[in-house]
């Protein structure tokens, strides 16, 4: 089993910035990348929007077309840790964030169902 806690969300304004992060923790025989998902007010569980991933073995980043050049994925080996800066903050952006843990089964990155085990969630809220 893979525990996986979200940090940092909050309210912010627009054209600010945040970072959460995401600390995994318990067992885990293999680990292929980690995945940052929102879910925006409203919308149900399987449309949950991929925002970025992060293969660790090579350091490899990928992104949703609405946030590339504005979120940056990171992560921090020795602390099993992976980071979601954002920057430029829209309204559109208000949602809640999942961090998520991919295993190397399905190496598809941008959809849901490829992922092992989720976060609880963080709250992003950006005002206008």
């Known amino acids: 089993q893979v525990q996986l806690v979200e940090s940092g969300g909050g309210l912010v304004q627009a054209g600010g910035s945040l970072r959460l992060s995401c600390a995994a923790s318990?067992?885990?025989?293999?680990?292929?990348?980690m995945g940052w998902f929102r879910q925006a007010p409203g919308k149900e569980r399987e449309l949950r929007e991929f925002?970025?991933?992060?293969?660790?073995?090579?350091?490899?980043?990928n992104y949703a077309d609405s946030v590339k050049g504005r979120f940056t994925i990171s992560g921090d080996n020795a602390k099993n840790t992976v980071y979601l800066q954002m920057n430029s903050l829209k309204p559109e952006d208000t949602a809640v964030y999942y961090c998520?843990?991919?295993?190397?089964?399905?190496?598809?990155?941008?959809?849901?169902?490829?992922?092992?085990?989720w976060g609880q969630g963080t709250q992003v809220t950006v005002s206008s």
């Open positions: 998520a843990y991919n295993s190397g089964r399905d190496p598809r990155l941008t959809r849901a169902g490829s992922y092992d085990f």
């Open positions: 318990g067992s885990y025989f293999s680990r292929y990348a």
């Open positions: 925002v970025g991933s992060l293969i660790w073995t090579i350091d490899g980043t």
